[in-house]
């Protein structure tokens, strides 16, 4: 009888094995992908102790919605990592990828799409199959713009500087290299949007420390390593305009061209920068938003598109002021597990020229848009861009 007992025990024991043995495996898988622990011990790290701004309440115009879930995900697979959408007067979008590539795609035919340069030094061929890290030796096209001509697309490599493409003939000519020696003993390391006004060209370089590839490295550790520069064309004057910036990664010049407006990623704000009149050289503070901003672009309309790589509250929230763990994080732990097991919220806002709220996109489940680093508005049509996701993302725009 105590044998016959025991027997729905065992049976129960039997199952929670198994289970275990699940669970164990489904957790083998993902460590495998995302190991927990990092290479880094032997590595300096030197936290800096911020104070975020107070966050911003999802309310009024950030009032969440669901409208991202709707999007479509175009060429999924293809445009991997499309960081910047610029559009032309035809309907057609450039966009720069993970990979290196610069491509033109045809909005009304996505699978249209022309190879238009490779940036780096590596051929095309060597570096088709890049789809997870970028590297110096395919270049990693972030900021792009087209002049008013459009006949030619300016380029923010964040490796290697900035370039030209005449697009009739595409050839490409990197106008201003990130060691250059006027940059000193401070070369850019990741030169990250620019803006045009004529042959004077304003950009950013969001680190003199990390390339691209570190670049949550520096996130994490919260230092005022970005600076805004200017450089004309015609003259060859390179100008430092404004350093001490925290990871700025997003760069628009008003519509009058009277002040730049630069998105301080890790402050989780957007400056306002005054290039003429009794404030010029002056920095006024246009907006706190609600995550950590990107690509910042002026539309048609003369409003702002802000896109938000990630939401607050994140890690830099709870340990602003603890720089050494920090420290210790960057040096024991794998970034891409510890991000993994943040929540995800897909978040694009559009603002006035005063820096208020008028509508924004939302995808709180994280599942259909997890990021978003820029954002472009044709014919109807709202496109996201993102750094690292495998597709360019499209919905409604009203």
Request: proline content about 4%.
């Amino acid at each position: 009888m105590r044998e016959g007992e025991n027997r729905p025990r065992q049976h129960g024991d039997q199952k929670k094995w198994i289970l275990s043995g699940l669970m164990i495996a489904l957790a083998g898988l993902f460590f495998s992908r995302f190991p927990l622990f990092s290479n880094n011990i032997a590595r300096n790290f030197q936290s800096s102790q911020i104070h975020l701004p107070e966050l911003v309440p999802l309310k009024n115009g950030l009032k969440p919605n669901e409208k991202l879930k709707k999007a479509i995900q175009v060429q999924k697979g293809v445009l991997v990592g499309p960081e910047t959408i610029e559009f032309d007067k035809d309907g057609y979008f450039y966009t720069g990828l993970l990979n290196g590539q610069v491509v033109k795609v045809d909005s009304k035919n996505t699978s249209n799409i022309e190879f238009i340069a490779q940036m780096g030094t590596f051929s095309f061929e060597d570096c088709k199959s890049v789809n997870e890290t970028p590297t110096k030796s395919c270049g990693r096209p972030l900021g792009l713009r087209l002049d008013k001509t459009g006949q030619n697309l300016f380029i923010a490599d964040a490796y290697n500087g900035i370039f030209k493409i005449e697009l009739s003939t595409k050839k490409k000519i990197n106008i201003l290299k990130s060691d250059d020696k006027r940059f000193g003993n401070k070369p850019m390391k990741l030169v990250n949007d620019l803006d045009l006004n004529d042959d004077l060209i304003y950009f950013i370089d969001s680190s003199f420390l990390r390339s691209v590839d570190l670049a949550i490295e520096e996130h994490i550790e919260a230092n005022a390593r970005g600076r805004l520069f200017s450089y004309d064309q015609k003259s060859n004057e390179l100008k430092l305009l404004l350093d001490g910036l925290y990871f700025p990664n997003g760069l628009q010049l008003s519509p009058n061209k009277d002040f730049l407006l630069i998105n301080e990623n890790t402050m989780s704000r957007i400056i306002k920068f005054y290039l003429v009149g009794d404030k010029k050289g002056k920095v006024e503070l246009f907006a706190n938003i609600p995550g950590f901003g990107d690509t910042i672009r002026l539309t048609q309309k003369k409003t702002l598109l802000v896109p938000l790589a990630s939401v607050r509250p994140s890690v830099l929230d709870y340990l602003a002021e603890w720089p050494a763990v920090r420290n210790a994080i960057l040096k024991f732990v794998n970034i891409k597990f510890f991000f993994k097991i943040f929540p995800k919220y897909g978040l694009l806002a559009e603002y006035d020229l005063d820096g208020k709220v008028i509508r924004s996109w939302h995808d709180p489940s994280g599942i259909y848009i997890e990021c978003t680093t820029a954002g472009a508005i044709y014919d109807g049509k709202l496109y996201l861009g993102s750094f690292y996701n495998n597709f360019l993302g499209v919905v409604d725009y009203y």
